[in-house]
């Protein structure tokens, strides 16, 4: 129904900043629930923020204040504007999205590091 492929991961300094993009394809992108997860090595997998349909967002007390999620429907794409980044933010980030089923992407690796 939907596919969904992460970029913008990569190595930044602490207090750094990046974007990460999902894009969508196969289906209607707009009725879906966006959200980011991320995977530390030897940790749980752990929701950091979603989006709804409707454009409300909701956000990791970890990452409140620091994260942004938005979304940009004609361009099928998700985002996930990281500021003020800190080496425990380094892991691999998964784009889901939802509507009745769950679709995840492959993942994209942050690595937070001096």
């Known amino acids: 129904q939907v596919q969904l492929v992460e970029s913008g991961g990569g190595l930044v300094q602490p207090g750094g900043s990046l974007r990460l993009s999902c894009a969508a394809s196969?289906?209607?992108?707009?009725?879906?629930?966006i959200s980011w997860y991320r995977q530390a090595p030897g940790k749980q997998r752990e929701l950091v923020a979603s989006i709804t349909s409707g454009g409300s967002a909701n956000y990791a007390d970890s990452v409140k204040g620091r994260f942004t999620i938005s979304r940009d429907n004609a361009k099928n794409t998700a985002y996930l504007q990281m500021n003020s980044l800190k080496p425990e933010d380094t892991a691999v980030y998964y784009c889901?999205?939802?509507?009745?089923?769950?679709?995840w992407g492959q993942g994209t690796q942050v690595t937070v590091s001096s």
């Open positions: 889901n999205a939802y509507r009745i089923n769950q679709y």
């Open positions: 196969g289906s209607i992108f707009s009725i879906y629930a």
